[in-house]
């Protein structure tokens, strides 16, 4: 059933500014969308086998999903959440980065070791870059110019040209790196280990670690705090990581690398995404089947909303 339509755009004094929230359920092969502003469910889509990965095309007319059990990425236009074609994606696309131009996706193909290069306009594949066992972070520089992948189980994060598709670098990690963001000036990139615990800050320039960043919860396990997601603020002030089965999104200093404080919000949190305006970041948690929205200007969470069945991905229309 159609609950409401479109973007709800509030401009009267007092009022805020809502946007369409995309969700990607795995386990029951739905698309969530959520109004920002009232935190409640608009529609209920169905997509594709195993929906994971999700982002929205810059000018917010078209989401691109990762259907990965269908091995494509479907199109959906925003206006009638209709699939309205498909991108040839590879085997098993789980994770995915568009290049700031909107032009171009990147996508980690974890069965066969390689990411797929398309043109979107196209729908046709540009290249194929070999990389490490079990692909999945995808990150790219402000710029363009350089793409990063994380392998889970060679434990790498690999540097890759965007021009000329060439792995120019590795950098070992903590096991099990899930997760690549880069920093608004793009000097540094930031990458999650689920199992190491940690999240290695890199440098862009020389390709080496700069920092390592750990986490501490009071009478938890060391081996619960899984970081996954992570979401880097416009200014490059504030980093939010989230900590899998810890249930706790971490707010970090990037300056300092000191977490400044641990919110609570569902059950086995994985990934997260601002709001265009930053006023709330969401954090999609997998095992209570519900999102968190976190107010920014407080870090503390405001509403949770019941989607659908184990909640992976989520992306923010840009208008």
């Not at 999700?54 to 699939?83: M, Q």
Request: glycine share 8%; aromatic share 6%.
């Amino acid at each position: 059933m159609i609950v409401g339509l479109g973007l709800a755009v509030g401009m009267s004094a007092g009022s805020a500014l809502a946007y369409e929230v995309y969700v990607s359920n795995e386990r029951d092969n739905t698309m969530s969308v959520v109004d920002s502003e009232t935190m409640e469910v608009l529609r209920t889509v169905e997509v594709g086998q195993r929906p994971r990965g999700i982002t929205v095309s810059r000018d917010g007319r078209f989401i691109y999903l990762c259907a990965s059990d269908d091995d494509t990425v479907e199109i959906i236009d925003t206006e009638t959440y209709e699939i309205v074609g498909t991108l040839p994606s590879g085997p098993d696309p789980e994770l995915f980065v568009l290049s700031p131009d909107g032009e171009t996706l990147y996508v980690a193909n974890e069965d066969d070791n390689l990411v797929t290069v398309i043109d979107i306009a196209g729908k046709k594949v540009l290249g194929e870059i070999p990389v490490g066992v079990e692909p999945e972070g995808m990150g790219i520089s402000p710029d363009g110019t350089t793409l990063v992948n994380t392998s889970e189980t060679t434990n790498m994060a690999h540097f890759i040209d965007t021009a000329s598709h060439e792995n120019t670098h590795n950098v070992l990690v903590d096991a099990r790196p899930r997760f690549a963001e880069f920093m608004p000036d793009g000097e540094e990139v930031w990458v999650s280990a689920e199992i190491g615990g940690t999240v290695a800050v890199i440098d862009n320039a020389t390709r080496e670690i700069k920092h390592k960043i750990e986490f501490e919860i009071p009478g938890m396990r060391s081996e619960s705090i899984q970081p996954v997601g992570v979401r880097i603020n416009k200014d490059g002030t504030k980093a939010y990581v989230a900590l899998g089965p810890a249930n706790r999104v971490a707010v970090i200093d990037t300056e300092t690398y000191e977490v400044e404080k641990y919110v609570l919000v569902g059950q086995r949190v994985w990934q997260l995404a601002f709001t265009p305006d930053e006023k709330y970041i969401i954090s999609t948690n997998g095992v209570s089947n519900d999102i968190t929205f976190i107010d920014v200007a407080s870090d503390e969470p405001v509403h949770s909303v019941t989607v659908g069945a184990e909640p992976w991905g989520v992306v923010v229309s840009p208008k």
